[in-house]
């Protein structure tokens, strides 16, 4: 399984991301990154057909932004948010 949230501190709000993984990554008001599935707590299992969108995005982040991880993110890594 994997899991994923947007490092808000480093993101420059390129837009890549959301362009690349719709269902996964949506923007705040300041155009930031974030993860939609849960808020960007990194809790929330990518569903499968979604990981491929998530690889995607991960490559493309200009400014390596976009954290995956096999496990779910615990609170105090959820950054930024
Ligand atoms: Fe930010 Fe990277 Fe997305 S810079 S907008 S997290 S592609």
Known sequence: AKYTI?????????GAC????????DYDF????????????GAAKVPA?????LEDALDGCPTDS????????TPKEALGR
């Open 18 to 25: 959301g362009a690349t993984a719709p269902d996964l990554f």
């Open 66 to 73: 976009i954290k995956v991880a096999e496990q779910p993110f």
């Open 30 to 41: 300041e155009g930031l990154a974030f993860a939609s599935l849960d808020d960007n707590e």
């Open 6 to 14: 947007v490092d808000q501190e480093t993101c420059i709000a390129c």
């Open 49 to 53: 057909e979604l990981e491929m969108d």
